[in-house]
């Protein structure tokens, strides 16, 4: 899932977008508010995070103008700006939600996994076939066996979970699991997919993965 955090300091940037890659996510980071209005119109982000206190337009004023263009985008105020009345403030500008600084880390990354949650799960778990992902622990299993995966490679399944029975083109797999650095060779995906057939089929003659001709890839239950 792709992040954008809207932060000027760059210590705070850092410390998260280091954070939140290690938990899988594709991160891009914008120091001001104009830079964060503009990202966020040019790219399909699952969240985003935003400062309060920014240079040049206000984080409230970017929330703000995100929602006239895009009501569905979760975004979570993490600002010192810590009185009742500042929360209200940024919930009615239009967040989902309002993190206090100094914030832990494990409580954004809880709070991110809120927004995150897909319509109907309760649970953390997203699956087809015999295979299992568990968002919190990052654990992939085949009738319960553990399959080690890389950061990417997870990030990439976790995506296609998501989206289970729906085709997802190389453009959204790119938009959501990479960052701002990708460089658009789309063949990179390929090599993903074709790592993540191999440990989800073992050998197997049936994949989950299904190659939808010139458009992308479908994970559908067998
Ligand atoms: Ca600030």
Known sequence: MRILIVEDEKGIGKFLRDGLKEEGFAVD???DGNSGLELSRQNEYDIILLDWMLPGISGIEVCRNIRKVNTAVPIIFLTAKDTVSDTIFGLEAGAN???RKPFAFEELLARIRVQLRTENAETTLLSVGDIELDINTHIVRKNNIEIPFTQKEFALLEFLLRNK??????????EHVWDIHFDADTSVIDVYINALRKKLTAGEEKGYIQTVR?????????
């Open 165 to 174: 029975n729906k085709v997802c083109t190389r453009t959204r797999i790119i």
């Open 97 to 99: 939600d309002y993190i």
């Open 214 to 222: 010139g458009v992308g890839y479908i994970v559908r239950e067998p």
């Open 29 to 31: 980071i914008a120091l």
